[in-house]
């Protein structure tokens, strides 16, 4: 790399870890890639960033970045250093360089960089033990071979388990996972390098190399998104297989999830937070911890015609805290919708680590970790039980109680909740509702963690303890982005972006430069004069000012359609509906007031069908008709139908985030309505019970329509009526936005089976109304308890006689049967409903790269 030039002049470059004397007339390049003479292990740094060479009467540093490179403050592509000069990369606070132009002196001591370099622990040292991949910084590359290792060290060979000559486990720095080669991959999206913290470097051996969490495996894997059997490497001497076990969250090759492929060389398989590369006869592995880029390249949403966000880009270094402000209507939310993948952009891609969001969502969604302005909680629950139900759902069955338990310990701790584990959440501060918000998210380790107004409704102590635990959090190893309204802790942030209205980039960079670019002494003078303005010309401006930097990615070319995405799923279905109802049973049994609601209720309304004058039981009068049975079991019946409707008419609306957030972690549908049901089955038939025993004591009828003793009759009748209404009641929370909306609904409801059970009005023989009782649970109730009664003989014409109420076991059994179809019609309704939320979601992220086919697509700059 270096040559001379004739120039006597001398050079000392300095980083924050070491400093290198550049020996008269030589040329060297300052990157972050093993190829680079001087290394800088920062994310911030391009794999080839600065060139330094001699020129006249100095040296010139020029950029040769994708990041740029900042000099006091402003951008600049080249500079002339004749003494001491101190460059920012990446960012205007990026990682310092400093450039020392020196006049020679005798024993000034120089080395040549490529002999300072060679032996970096930066590397993975290549079959060949010169220090890098391949033996010439890349997979494949041209470098010598070990002569021990047959076919070139690749696996498979004849030699069995010779590893890496001279390979060493570095520490905790930062290593460089190479892409597939273009020709291994001329069927996938472009790949930029991936970069991870290095963990350890595996030999194979001829056979099978199991991978899992439990410590009997060749490879173990201290993540609990691991299984404890997850994965197997078949290596034989053709080829090496990397096969999944039935591992609950699957392996990936590439990105692409696998159940079997064969491997090549620079391959790289993902399991859980682990990524191991092929590389000869080994396999180097690496973790993602979080600490890694993340930028977006000129993403734009429409809807409905209109353009929401035109075209952002921006780039974050690894733990970073990003701000996102603006004033309403800027499409913050959608640019959080947009980097999350929960609403993929219209054009444009994201990238974290080198790695296409989009492309690569099928394993990439398991680190991202999302918290909506609602509460992710029950607040009837312990913080420790709600993270409890979280945890189960969220790891694999074989992740072990004890385990759940220490990761939940872990996660309380460094958030500073473990003095509150036993608290009831609805008893918490609002800043520490929102941290275990935080908490449930961090369970499974997520890398990129986004909040959508963590601060809304705050006091100001409040805002600053929410801000200062996100500020923790990033500096803990993770890429941290909130939207928020709040602007009075934004200097605890690394970089704040000002939206304008329409999607438009007014600003990104350090929040101490935001309000001296906008010229204004606050925000709130800054939101009133981007509202004033066209949010067109703020982007124009900002782009067109030193502090734009682009991404290092460009989207010229279409990728491929993507497959269907697997499930998420943790648990079966059971598992889940296990789950589930406990969690149920605990949100109402820990709710105090709502469990005496519930107890009470049906005392109540059994009381209303007593004040009805009945002198008599149910049964037949002697020489008259009964003129209270009819009035009886109507008001029993409606009350009944009220008291189911009521239970669930707010079951899934109430807790309509935690059902949205819990899906894209692989919540069954099935799971969580048939939780909902087993849960109202229990309350109401209890309820149905108390109630119909105050209501119907010392005055039922005599005998029943199919066993002798008429009670069961009767209980079954009301039960049903109230099942079937309390469907009615779930089919209302599923469609309503609000629970505010379900009221009038579930008047409306009750009204209407007032009128359609027949016992007001009769509904025989009368288009459109006999037909709309038969969707009606009280009409089949009332027609049972009718068949029960005899209410054709015992009211003697006080009202219209009708055929479903003869006293034979045959329509009565018929009654009971056609509420329970009703009761299951509503239950289909309200699933689809549920799964039309369900599917909407999945092939938004099953479509991520196919809507994209006609826009475009990442392509690495290297690669361009």
């Given at each position: ?20 004397r ?23 740094v ?7 060479e ?14 740029g ?27 310092e ?32 033990g ?21 076919g ?6 004849s ?5 890496i ?11 460089m996972?190479?892409p ?8 996938a ?7 991870y ?9 001829y056979?099978t ?24 490497l078949?290596?034989?001497y ?23 492929e ?17 590389r ?23 809807v ?14 690894a ?23 929960f609403?993929?952009a ?8 080198g ?34 139900y ?10 072990s ?34 941290r ?46 909130v ?21 438009h ?31 067109e ?28 995405l697997?499930?998420?799923?943790q ?17 109402t ?6 469990l ?39 008001v ?13 008419v ?31 089955a ?8 108390i ?8 005055r ?6 199919v066993?002798d003793?008429?009670?069961p ?44 059970c ?48 003869n ?12 509420g ?23 092939r ?17 700059r290297?690669?361009?």
């Amino acid at each position: 790399m270096a040559r001379d030039s004739g120039e006597t002049a001398t050079l000392r470059v300095s980083t924050q870890s070491n400093e290198t004397r550049v020996r008269a007339g030589r040329t060297c390049v300052v990157g972050r890639g093993p190829e680079s003479d001087i290394v800088m292990a920062d994310v911030q740094v391009s794999r080839s960033h600065l060139v330094i060479e001699p020129a006249r009467n100095g040296w010139s540093v020029r950029d040769v970045s994708s990041n740029g490179t900042w000099v006091n403050g402003e951008k600049v592509a080249t500079r002339t250093v004749r003494g001491r000069t101190s460059f920012r990369l990446g960012t205007p606070t990026g990682p310092e360089l400093v450039v020392d132009a020196q006049a020679p002196s005798a024993g000034t001591p120089t080395a040549e960089l490529a002999t300072l370099l060679h032996d970096s622990p930066e590397r993975v040292p290549g079959p060949g033990g010169s220090g890098r991949p391949g033996g010439s910084g890349r997979p494949g590359g041209s470098g010598a071979r070990d002569a021990h290792a047959p076919g070139g060290g690749k696996p498979g060979g004849s030699n069995p388990g010779v590893g890496i000559p001279g390979a060493r486990t570095p520490g905790s720095r930062k290593a460089m996972i190479e892409p597939p080669s273009a020709a291994e991959t001329k069927n996938a999206p472009g790949r930029a390098e991936i970069e991870y913290e290095r963990h350890n470097v595996h030999q194979l051996f001829y056979g099978t190399t199991s991978i899992g969490r439990s410590a009997d495996n060749d490879i173990t894997v201290a993540d609990l998104l691991v299984s404890r059997r997850h994965a197997e490497l078949h290596v034989g001497y053709a080829e090496i297989e990397i096969v999944d076990v039935g591992s609950a969250n699957g392996t990936f090759l590439n990105g692409r999830r696998v159940t079997q492929e064969s491997l090549k060389e620079s391959d790289v398989v993902a399991v859980g937070h682990h990524l191991f590369q092929l590389r000869g006869n080994t396999l180097v592995e690496a973790v993602d911890k979080g600490d890694a880029t993340f930028e977006a390249q000129g993403l734009s949403v429409s809807v409905g015609g209109k353009q929401l966000m035109h075209d952002v880009s921006f780039r974050l270094p690894a733990r970073s805290l990003l701000a996102v402000i603006g004033p309403s209507g800027a499409g913050k939310s959608t640019l959080l919708g947009a980097i999350t993948g929960f609403r993929p952009a219209d054009t444009g891609c994201v990238r974290y680590a080198g790695r296409d969001v989009y492309a690569e969502y099928d394993e990439l969604r398991r680190r991202i970790g999302y918290v909506p302005q609602e509460d992710l909680l029950h607040s009837a629950l312990t913080v420790r039980r709600a993270l409890e139900y979280g945890a189960e759902l969220r790891f694999p069955p074989d992740v072990s109680a004890d385990e759940r338990r220490t990761r939940i310990d872990e996660v309380l701790a460094e958030l500073g909740l473990t003095a509150h584990a036993n608290t009831q959440v609805s008893r918490l501060s609002g800043g520490q509702r929102k941290r275990t918000s935080v908490a449930m998210e961090l369970l499974t380790r997520p890398s990129l963690l986004y909040l959508d107004e963590p601060t809304s409704g705050l006091d100001a102590g409040l805002d600053k303890s929410v801000m200062m635990s996100l500020r923790k959090l990033a500096d803990g190893g993770r890429t941290v982005a909130v939207v928020t309204h709040s602007v009075a802790h934004l200097d605890s942030c690394d970089y704040v972006m000002v939206l304008a209205p329409g999607g438009h980039v007014a600003y990104f960079g350090p929040p101490r430069g935001a309000l001296p670019y906008f010229g204004k002494p606050d925000f709130s003078d800054v939101f009133l004069e981007l509202e004033a303005t066209s949010g067109e010309d703020a982007g124009a401006r900002f782009r067109a000012s030193n502090l734009y930097v682009a991404a290092s990615v460009t989207a010229p070319s279409a990728r491929p359609a993507p497959a269907e995405l697997a499930s998420l799923r943790q648990q079966s279905v059971f598992a889940q509906l296990s789950t589930l109802f406990r969690r149920a049973l605990s949100v109402t049994t820990s709710d105090r007031s709502y469990l005496r609601l519930i107890i009470a209720f049906p005392v109540l309304l059994g009381l209303v069908p007593r004040g009805v004058r009945a002198r008599h039981d149910l049964g037949v009068v002697p020489g008259q008709s009964n003129l209270d049975a009819p009035t009886v079991l109507l008001v029993l019946v409606v009350c009944a139908c009220l008291m189911g409707a009521a239970n669930a008419v707010h079951e899934i609306v109430k807790e309509r985030a935690i059902y949205r957030r819990e899906q894209t972690i692989g919540l069954s549908t099935t799971a969580y309505l048939s939780s909902k049901i087993a849960i109202l089955a229990l309350i109401t038939g209890v309820q149905s019970v108390i109630l119909t025993l105050i209501a119907l004591l010392g005055r039922a009828p005599a005998h029943g329509a199919v066993i002798d003793s008429p009670w069961p009759e009767v209980l079954l009748a009301v039960a049903v009526a109230a099942l079937g209404s309390a469907m009615l009641g779930l089919v209302i929370s599923a469609l309503v936005d609000k629970a505010e909306k379900a009221m009038p609904l579930l008047v409306l409801i009750t009204m209407a089976q007032l009128v359609l059970c027949g016992g007001m009005v009769p509904v025989i023989g009368r288009p459109g109304l006999e037909q709309a009782s038969w969707l009606a649970p009280a009409r089949w109730g009332f027609a049972a308890l009718a068949s029960t009664t005899d209410l054709n003989v015992v009211s003697r014409n006080v009202v219209d006689g009708d055929s479903r109420w003869n006293h034979v076991a045959a329509t009565y059994l018929g009654n009971l049967m056609f509420g329970l179809v009703v009761a299951a019609g509503a239950v289909a309704l309200c699933a689809y409903i549920l799964r039309r939320t369900e599917t909407r979601l999945l092939r938004r992220a099953a479509r991520r790269s196919g809507r994209l086919r006609r826009n475009h697509c990442c392509i690495p700059r290297q690669q361009r």
